[in-house]
């Protein structure tokens, strides 16, 4: 069981790892292509939240446990989750496909997250969409040849520990 200050500094320094090489091209083929657009475009929209429900949440929490460090630490969290978006949105502008900008999935989770105001149901959507995460992108790195696109993967399956920090407060 680590504490916040262990969560800041694990987020800090990850933030820190540059583990893609961006001078690698896209070697997407056709069918591949077809197979993962929409999923990809789907994720990457995902990845994008503002998180400002969350950090409301994560506030009113702090203030109970007293904890100065728990507010930053799920702050960057967030920023974490920005740059896998960032990097799914930069990989889409390469190989000339559209950032989309709703989804329907992606908006009915959104309006469940409005409703969120309780960090205990926090932890219950983060750690679904956390492993359904680790899920998707396995499938995502093994269903393409494209280097650059499994290294994207790779980055954001080393993200694991994200589960971990919202378990431990049970
Ligand atoms: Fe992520
Ligand atoms: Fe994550």
Redesign the pocket.
């Known amino acids: 069981m680590h504490n916040s200050l262990y969560w800041l500094n694990y987020f800090t320094q990850n933030l820190k790892n540059k583990r893609i090489d961006w001078s690698i091209k896209p070697s997407l083929n056709q069918t591949e292509r077809e197979k993962i657009l929409k999923s990809l475009q789907a994720w990457q929209l995902g990845e994008t939240s503002e998180g400002t429900n969350l950090i409301n949440a994560a506030t009113k929490h702090a203030k109970q446990l007293n904890d100065r460090h728990y507010t930053p630490t799920i702050k960057l969290?967030i920023l974490?989750?920005q740059k896998?978006g960032n990097n799914l949105g930069k990989y889409l502008d390469l190989i000339g496909e559209q950032r989309i900008k709703k989804d329907w999935g992606d908006s009915l989770f959104r309006k469940i997250r409005g409703l969120n105001t309780h960090m205990e149901f926090w932890t219950i959507a983060?750690i679904t969409?956390?492993s359904t995460?680790q899920i998707f992108y396995q499938c995502l790195k093994d269903a393409t040849e494209c280097k650059l696109l499994k290294q994207i993967c790779t980055d954001?399956l080393i993200?694991k520990p994200?589960i971990l920090l919202f378990r431990q407060k049970d």
């Open positions: 969290f974490e989750e896998h983060v969409v956390e995460a954001i993200e994200h």
